[in-house]
């Protein structure tokens, strides 16, 4: 079992930038994709970000592209999501979320439903 908790939520004002970690736990000595969605009352789980299990290659919304950065720390089973020039809309409850894989396809890493590890959610509100 992997366990996954988020931190560095918040409020911030438009414009502001914010940084999600995630901090993986318990059978993490294999190889993990990391992804991160969110989800408003309005909304499904929409993916964000991905990053693959060494670093190597990364996924990002068009929504969020040139916006957000997603990293990972290895060695200290880790995964960062640098948000910058936050919105309104980025409002939300992000997620990050890990499955046991190597192998990168799009569709895999952007599906909610291919990952088994979740975390408990982070709640980042943006103001205008």
């Known amino acids: 079992q992997v366990q996954l908790v988020e931190s560095g939520g918040g409020s911030v004002q438009a414009g502001g930038s914010l940084r999600l970690s995630c901090a993986a736990s318990?059978?993490?000595?294999?190889?993990?994709?990391t992804g991160w969605f969110r989800q408003t009352p309005r909304k499904d789980r929409e993916s964000v970000a991905a990053?693959?299990?060494?670093?190597?290659?990364?996924y990002y919304a068009d929504s969020v592209k040139g916006r957000f950065t997603i990293s990972r720390d290895s060695a200290n089973n880790m995964v960062y999501l640098q948000m910058s020039s936050l919105k309104p809309e980025d409002t939300a409850v992000y997620y990050c979320?890990?499955?046991?894989?190597?192998?990168?396809?799009?569709?895999?890493?952007?599906?909610?439903?291919?990952?088994?590890?979740w975390g408990q959610g982070t709640q980042v509100t943006v103001s205008s």
């Open positions: 990053i693959n299990w060494n670093g190597g290659a990364t």
């Open positions: 979320a890990a499955e046991r894989s190597t192998i990168w396809y799009l569709a895999d890493v952007r599906d909610p439903g291919w990952y088994d590890y």
């Open positions: 318990g059978s993490t000595n294999s190889h993990f994709a």
